[in-house]
């Protein structure tokens, strides 16, 4: 029975081991999205969050906001918005 739970416990290790670098690896990918936008329209507007509903208020012809992660791939959809590095 001892070496049947030694096993368990080594399979257990690795699969956390593997989650938290599949887990790591998905914040890298998240921290390099380009969350700046530039707004190249000319009057005042707001540009809801797909996913955290935020409203970003876009004031006037190049005014820069930094945009949630989550939100930023509606935000490069968007002809209004520049990715900004």
């Given at each position: 029975m001892s070496c049947c739970s030694k096993k368990r416990q080594e399979l257990t290790r690795q699969l956390t081991a593997i989650k938290k670098r599949q887990e790591e690896t998905l914040l890298v990918s998240r921290k390099q999205i380009h969350t700046k936008f530039m707004y190249t329209g000319n009057s005042p507007w707001v540009f809801r969050g797909v996913f955290t509903r935020t409203r970003y208020h876009f004031r006037y012809k190049g005014?820069?906001?930094?945009?949630?992660?989550?939100?930023?791939?509606?935000?490069?959809?968007?002809?209004l918005l520049e990715s900004v590095p």
């Open positions: 005014h820069t906001i930094t945009i949630e992660p989550q939100d930023a791939p509606a935000a490069m959809a968007e002809s």
